[in-house]
Every structure is written in C-alpha cells, then in structure tokens.
DNA sequence: GTGAAAGCGCTAACAG
DNA sequence: CTGTTAGCGCTTTCAC
C-alpha cells in the first residue's frame, strides 16, 4: 500500500489535515512537527497524489500539446520549447499527434480535456472549417495555436511571419532574374501554406513582375514528395531555374533528384527550403533556407498560455516572430 | 460551470448513479432513460472527468515516457511508436525530457509517480550508478528501458543489438582490409556506447586481427562534435581510411570536415553511421548506416509495458530486436 | 499551532 | 432497472 496522508498522521498521531500543512510548507507550523512528519513522510516513501490534490485545487498543472506530425523535427523543436518553458512554470504536458487530422485533433482535445488540463497548445489543421472554428471557440480552457491560425481565430496564434519569409524568398530569386521558379507549396489545409502563398504574390507584385504561367504544386510536405515532384517537372518539360520548396524536407528530396538529374545546384537550379532544420546545413550544397524560431516559438506559446490560464479576461492577441532568409550554398545570386 | 453527473441528475430527475451508469454504457438501463440522459449530457456539453474517476479507479490509463534528448529525431521516432501503440491501447501520455542527466531523470519519475501513471518507458541514463539502479527498483509502477539498459536491471529493457550491430560495422570494415579506423563512439554513461563498443572487440576477435593503437573517441553525439573529432584527428596526424560512428548525426558532422578537408567518401575515407535516420539517405553520400527499428522499439515497449500493468505477476524479460547494416554511398567494399 | 468536518466528481457495493 | 451510501486522497473552512 502506498502511504498516503492518512498513514503518515497515524504513524505520527496528528491530524491528516497538519500532516498536509506541513508537506505544503504552510505556514503556522512548529518546527518540531514539521521535522517530524517530515521524517517520517520521507520514510514511509510518501508520493504526493498529485491527481487528488488537483481535485481540490482550481488548477491541474497539466497542458495539453497537440502535434500535428512528430516525425517532423520541426515540431519536435517548436515543442521542445514549449516544454522547456513548461517545466519552468511547473506545468506537466500531455502530448499527442494528429497526423494532420483535424477529427483526431478534436478528439485528442476532448481526452485531454477530460483529463482537466489548464490550457492547451495546439498545431492545428484545417484552417477554414466553420465546425472546427466552433470547435474551438466553444473550448473550456486557455488555448494557443503555436506556428499556425485557424481563420476567425487569428488572435490565439503565436506566428511565424511566412508571408514575409515567402516574400524575402521570391524577392531575391525574382530580383536576381529567375522568371521560371518551381513551387512547391505545402498542403491546402494549413494555414501556413495560404500564408506563405500570399506572400509569393506580394514579391511579384512589389517588384512589378507578372506571373507568367505558375509552377506550382501542392505537397504534403515528406522528403518523397519533393522528390517526386521535380522529376514530374522535368519529365513534363518545364522549364526552371530554382525550386523553392515548403520546408527543408521536400528540399532534400529536391536536391537528390535534381542531382540524379546531373543538374547542378546552385548553378543550373538554385533551391531554397525552409524551417531551417538542423540538419540542413549539412545538405549538399548545404541549404539555403528560412529560418524559423522553432524553439522560441514553443517557449513562448508556452508563456503567453501560462498569462491566459492566470487571467482569463485577458484579450487574445497574436503574436509574429519574425524569420529570416539563411544564405548557404544552394543558392548563388546577389543577395 | 462545468457540467457534471450531479448537474445531469439534476436537470433529469434520475440519481448521479444512473447517470454515471447511462454514460459509461453499464447493462441493465433502459433504453428510453439512456437516451433521455445521453442527450441531455450532449446538451450541457458534458466532459466526464477522468481525474475524479481515476481516483475510484485502479487506473489512471495514463503513462508515463521519459525521453533522453528531445533534438534527436531517433528518439521521435521511438516515442511514436509508443504514441501509436498508446493510442490503440487507449493510454495517454505524459512526456519529459532529461537531457541526458540523471537526477532529472528521477525528479520527472517522482512528478509522474505523482500523477498516477499506470507505468513507465524511460530511456534512461547512468547505467552503472548503484543508486539509479536502487530507485527503479523501488518504483511502484511497472517500467520499461527503451533501447537502452541499466545494469542489473536488463530485464527491463526492449533493446536493439547494440553488439551484433556494430560487429557487423567492423567486420564489415576489416573484411576489406581496414586496419585504421577512426571510431567515434557514445558518451561513457548510456549502455548502447558499452554495448557497442563490446561489439567492436569482438569483430577484432572473430578476425583474429589485433586492435593496434585504438582510435578512439567518445563523443556526447552532436553533429558538431563528429565535426570537430575529425578535425582533431586530422590535426593531430592520425591516419584513417574509416570512421565508424556512434550516431548518422555525428556522421553529419563528419562528412562535412571530411569534405573541407578535401578527403572523398567513400574513396579516401569510408564512412559508417548508427541509427539510419530518414535524413541520412538524403546526406551526399548518402550514409551507409546501422538500421536500428525505432518505431518498433517504442510500439514493442508500449507493449510490453502494457502486459506488465495488466499482470503484475508477468516476469520481465530483456527482448534485442535485430538491426542491420544497410549499405549507401559512403562505404565501397566487399559486402 | 492544530484538529474536525465537508466536499471535489466520480465509481462501487449493496439494496430493492 | 434504479437509488442510497460510502469513500478515493486531498485541501479548505471553520473552529479552538
């Protein structure tokens, strides 16, 4: 039988209720007994019952963290932020993945809820839904989108600017004379692809270039996919001077194609990823890409959760961690 | 107010009992009753309060997962795999990292003890300190090591064979007539460094070929410090025609010094990584490596975790799944 | 300083 | 088929 309060105050003839105090470090308490049960508590290998301590306390100390993919070391990242933060606000998470599924998603949400967490930090799916807008707009808890909005609730997302980081990309290529650029976008149901999309047109909009025919294809964001999709490209014939891709991980499989292909990056193609990923820079050519605060992002979901689980009146409001275009060698012009 | 038995009994008319048995599908309810309830829940928005229930329950279907290091997508891998099996299991999960340090190890033990998880996947440090092994053997809960073991505590792991691995690396490397050969090996407190460094002993002696002056290093597994052993090695004067290492990450690290130093791989240098992460097909050359079945490992220890919480009784039992050397571009001998 | 009593939301044991 | 009672381990309120 694990000890519990009970067994300590009888195994020192106080009152559970002192027995508590003490293990709570409340005031008003001799030091003698303190010491005492103390003992005795560490004795018996009392474990506090974190689980019906929370019963009574308004608050759980539990998160939820919703992933979208973790085989994707971006998310691995963005949480690993959000857990370094968490522990530092004594928050313990639960953790789960939808693989992109926006039902798995709600599901998730309800067990999580169910398990009284505080708050919750999702990466969520299927930005334009109305059913899943009301999903969240009808949730109990505190909750944040960490790197992605989901429209109509703009205000819960903590950001990464992809319009700016797809603009500074088309930008460059567009400035240094690329008019054939392959794009390879994401997946039509998270919000950062629209994102990212707009921000392309902006580029070409800004520097007064029309886009002539679009290269552009809709991938799921996999290694294979980008692969894939450049030999599409070349066996149809088209014609381009630089591939920009939707994050590192379509780049690598870019990459290898293009290399099979016997072209040469950056001087036949020039490639840009993005999510800067660590493993990027040791592509070769080591990869030009967008770098995203992962890690600070997860950090601050994390706090900006933390300040609505303390004070729920506070407004929304969201947030844009601004990125940056890493030069390395799979790109080539002035930059 | 959240909703709960209470206020559906009330709104209904029925006792908090029959509510609480309409909704978790207990026999012996009437139909017209069920539905009357069933719906009125539905309409409050009722969320059944796995706390509170848990505290009547023996279980809390909920486990806790230790991981090592959070940046190293090895250790994803292994998690999604528990994740999976968790889920089809119906178990959530609590998740922690340690970064490699042993007292952060206990204390997320105990917060999770706290909260009442059902059992344990660790992938734990300091296999050798007799106080580490003295706390695990204290748990309360049934536990599993993933991937990695504690002394005098195997029984408790699902491991991947560490030793048959990389034997076959070396046997592989002085089969082809390989005498110098730079081994960068794990940090000195996980069992795989040991494990594998045994499997490099007994490749010299199945050969009969005599380890002459070792080449050894053990690095904490960064791509940076496969990077700058190199480096060193080269400084130094060492002479090399292979590296073995520890990780695909440190081999990263590797084939870019490797590559500044204008040493071609696999001509100059073979080069031999662990693990086979989906990024090391993708590495120029791509990596030969050590396939180590991730996945499996964390989908067996859920597993297996599983069977120990539902028989307290079920003796444990060390399990090696097999791993293989997968042959790419960074290696050109004899198979 | 310390104790007694109530109750968080739920399930289980017993009753009818 | 349904209700009553007790209690999981803890914290809170109110006493003294």
Same mark, same amino acid.
């Given at each position: 039988?694990? %000890?519990?309060?009970?067994?300590? @105050?009888?195994?020192?003839?106080?009152?559970?209720?002192?027995?508590?105090?003490?293990? $709570?470090?409340?005031?008003?308490?001799?030091?003698?007994?303190?010491?005492? *049960?103390?003992?005795?508590?560490?004795?018996?290998?009392?474990?506090?019952?974190?689980?019906?301590?929370?019963?009574?306390? #308004?608050?759980?100390?539990?998160?939820?963290? !919703?992933?979208?993919?973790?085989?994707?070391?971006?998310?691995?990242?963005?949480? /690993?932020?959000?857990?370094?933060?968490?522990?530092?606000?004594?928050?313990?998470?639960?953790?789960?993945?939808?693989?992109?599924?926006?039902?798995?998603?709600?599901?998730?949400? $309800?067990? =999580?809820?169910?398990?009284?967490?505080?708050?919750?930090?999702?990466?969520?799916?299927?930005?334009?839904?109305?059913?899943?807008? %009301? =999903?969240?707009?009808?949730?109990?808890?505190?909750?944040?989108?960490?790197?992605?909005?989901?429209?109509?609730?703009?205000?819960?997302?903590?950001?990464?600017?992809?319009?700016?980081?797809? /603009?500074?990309?088309?930008?460059?290529?567009?400035?240094?004379?690329? $008019?054939?650029?392959?794009?390879?976008?994401?997946?039509?149901? !998270?919000?950062?692809?629209? @994102?990212?999309?707009?921000?392309?047109?902006?580029?070409? +909009?800004?520097?007064?270039?029309?886009?002539?025919?679009?290269?552009?294809?809709?991938? @799921?964001?996999?290694?294979?996919?980008?692969?894939? %999709?450049?030999?599409?490209?070349?066996?149809?014939?088209?014609?381009?001077?630089? !591939?920009?891709?939707?994050?590192? *991980?379509?780049?690598?499989?870019?990459?290898?194609?293009?290399?099979?292909?016997?072209?040469?990056?950056?001087?036949?193609?020039?490639?840009?990823?993005?999510?800067?990923?660590? =493993?990027?820079?040791?592509?070769?050519?080591?990869?030009?890409?967008?770098?995203?605060?992962?890690? +600070?992002?997860?950090?601050?979901?994390?706090?900006?959760?933390?300040?609505? *689980?303390?004070?729920?009146?506070?407004?929304?409001?969201?947030?844009?961690? #601004?990125?940056?275009? !890493? =030069? +390395?060698?799979?790109? @080539?012009?002035?930059?």
């Amino acid at each position: 039988m694990r %000890a519990t309060l009970k067994t300590i @105050a009888e195994a020192t003839g106080f009152s559970i209720n002192t027995v508590s105090r003490v293990l $709570r470090n409340d005031r008003r308490i001799s030091n003698e007994t303190s010491t005492l *049960i103390k003992g005795k508590a560490e004795e018996l290998g009392y474990i506090p019952d974190a689980i019906a301590s929370s019963m009574r306390k #308004p608050k759980s100390m539990t998160i939820g963290v !919703v992933s979208a993919d973790s085989s994707n070391p971006f998310f691995s990242e963005v949480i /690993r932020g959000v857990s370094e933060k968490a522990e530092e606000l004594g928050y313990q998470m639960l953790i789960g993945n939808t693989e992109e599924n926006a039902s798995k998603e709600e599901h998730l949400i $309800r067990l =999580f809820l169910s398990r009284k967490v505080d708050g919750l930090i999702v990466m969520p799916t299927s930005e334009k839904e109305e059913k899943h807008k %009301a =999903f969240y707009s009808a949730l109990p808890v505190p909750y944040i989108f960490a790197g992605r909005y989901i429209e109509g609730l703009e205000d819960h997302s903590i950001l990464h600017s992809d319009e700016d980081g797809e /603009r500074s990309v088309f930008e460059y290529l567009l400035r240094n004379g690329h $008019r054939s650029i392959l794009y390879l976008s994401g997946p039509e149901n !998270v919000s950062n692809t629209g @994102a990212r999309d707009r921000g392309m047109e902006e580029a070409f +909009r800004a520097l007064g270039i029309a886009a002539e025919k679009k290269n552009i294809f809709h991938l @799921a964001g996999h290694a294979e996919d980008g692969y894939k %999709a450049v030999n599409t490209a070349l066996n149809r014939g088209m014609e381009f001077s630089a !591939v920009v891709c939707f994050n590192d *991980i379509i780049a690598m499989g870019v990459l290898k194609s293009l290399s099979e292909n016997d072209l040469s990056v950056p001087d036949d193609v020039e490639v840009i990823g993005y999510d800067n990923l660590m =493993f990027s820079q040791f592509m070769k050519p080591a990869l030009s890409t967008v770098d995203v605060p992962k890690h +600070r992002l997860g950090y601050k979901a994390m706090e900006v959760l933390n300040e609505h *689980i303390e004070n729920p009146e506070l407004p929304y409001r969201t947030e844009n961690l #601004p990125v940056r275009l !890493v =030069f +390395r060698d799979s790109t @080539a012009g002035k930059r």
